[in-house]
């Protein structure tokens, strides 16, 4: 068995998102139960009863560590920053909005239409 199988860390500390643009939204939990959104979730997607400047966060996500997650609380408003993906920006499942493109002019005017869809009263229920 060899005995010099190892990792070999650097000292210095490990800058995640380096070079990608980011926003910070402000964000408003207007439902009645907590709301909790992972590292790696298409923010421009999550749970309606979040409110905020949705078109901002259009091909983004949480400027988080993976694996980690932020709780919102009802009535709860923060500021949070969101950091482009990284990729194709090519965004499937989710709430649907997106199924493709984040960066096309097509893919984003598609996006904007089912979000307005999407948010009208007569789809209400939480997702």
């Known amino acids: 068995m060899q005995t010099n199988d ?12 380096a070079g990608r643009r980011t926003v910070t939204l402000k964000v408003a939990n ?20 979040l409110r905020f400047d949705r078109a901002q966060a259009l091909g983004m996500r949480l400027n988080i560590p993976a694996g980690l997650a932020i ?5 709860d408003e923060r500021e949070v920053e969101v950091v482009e993906f990284g990729g194709a920006h090519r965004m499937v499942g989710f709430n649907n909005l997106v199924d493709g493109s984040a960066i096309t002019d097509g893919g984003r005017r598609d996006a904007l239409r089912r979000l307005q869809e999407w ?3 007569d789809n209400a229920s939480d997702t």
């Open 6 to 17: 190892r990792y070999l860390l650097a000292d210095e500390p490990v800058e995640i998102n």
């Open 119 to 121: 948010q009208t009263p």
């Open 71 to 75: 709780r919102f609380e009802p009535g």
């Open 30 to 49: 207007t439902g009645d139960r907590p709301i909790q959104v992972g590292s790696h979730f298409h923010f421009f997607e999550v749970n309606r009863a």
